[in-house]
């Protein structure tokens, strides 16, 4: 199990942005680890919005209801992985939730993340 910490959720005007950041506590070193961020808003089941692959950040995933506005990015020297949110929508609204496959996995389907962080609020007004 990796323990993931996410941070940077907020309320937000729709159309303006935000990032989250998720970083590994302990010992563990995500960039061996395939990565997600999943989202889950009241009454609806939890969605991955984005993923990323181990191997350098080569292989990304996006949902179709947020591409060209959210992107994934992975920073191995200081642990971390971050959704840049742009021109966010009032249906972007839910809490977002790190995720972390499993060690040296390609597969980025949702089914294959087994870790997962508290949860960080994302409110988008409109």
């Not at 309320?11 to 950041?21: D, E, F, I, K, N």
């Not at 961020?37 to 191997?55: C, D, M, S, T, Y």
């Amino acid at each position: 199990q990796v323990q993931l910490v996410e941070s940077g959720g907020g309320l937000v005007q729709a159309g303006g942005s935000l990032r989250l950041s998720c970083a590994a506590s302990g010992r563990t070193f995500i960039s061996t680890y395939p990565m997600g961020w999943f989202r889950q808003a009241p009454g609806k089941e939890r969605e991955l919005v984005a993923a990323i692959g181990w191997n350098g950040g080569a292989t990304t995933y996006y949902a179709d209801s947020v591409k060209g506005r959210f992107t994934i990015s992975r920073d191995n020297a200081k642990n971390t992985v971050d959704l840049q949110m742009n021109n966010l929508k009032p249906e972007d609204t839910a809490i977002f939730y790190c995720a972390a496959g499993r060690m040296w996995s390609q597969d980025l389907r949702p089914t294959s993340f087994t870790s997962w962080g508290q949860g960080t609020q994302v409110t988008v007004s409109s």
